[in-house]
């Protein structure tokens, strides 16, 4: 670099933040990638999210049918659900958080 040539602050902070875009787009694709599981009442009822909260299938035991209880499978459905949003919440956070603490600011 020339002598007494100095890059402009805005220009550093500029390729920063560029980068920890490029950063977080690639976290993101990597969460679509990825998946958590939730199950309740015992194993009855299983919810799989991907990381970008998209619920990828609902695996139901048959045995549920049998005891024709609508009130309890909505609520173990219900229940699973939440579940497996709030565990891709968590690893969206956990892959996502240490890129905010990259910010230039």
């Known amino acids: 670099m020339a002598k007494g040539f100095k890059v402009p ?33 015992g194993g009855a009822v299983k919810i799989v999210v991907t990381g970008d909260q998209r619920c990828q299938s609902v695996e139901i035991d048959a045995s549920l049918f049998e005891e024709a209880d609508v009130e309890m499978l909505q609520d173990l459905l219900l229940t699973a659900f939440n579940s497996g949003l709030d565990k891709s919440r968590e690893l969206a956070a956990e892959q996502l958080g240490p890129l905010a603490g990259g910010l230039p600011i």
Do not use: D, F, R, S
């Not at 902070?13 to 990597?30: G, N, P, V």
């Open 9 to 41: 602050k805005g220009a550093n902070m500029m390729q920063q933040i560029q980068k920890l875009q490029q950063q977080i787009e690639e976290t993101q694709a990597q969460l679509a990638e990825e998946t958590v599981t939730a199950t309740v009442g």
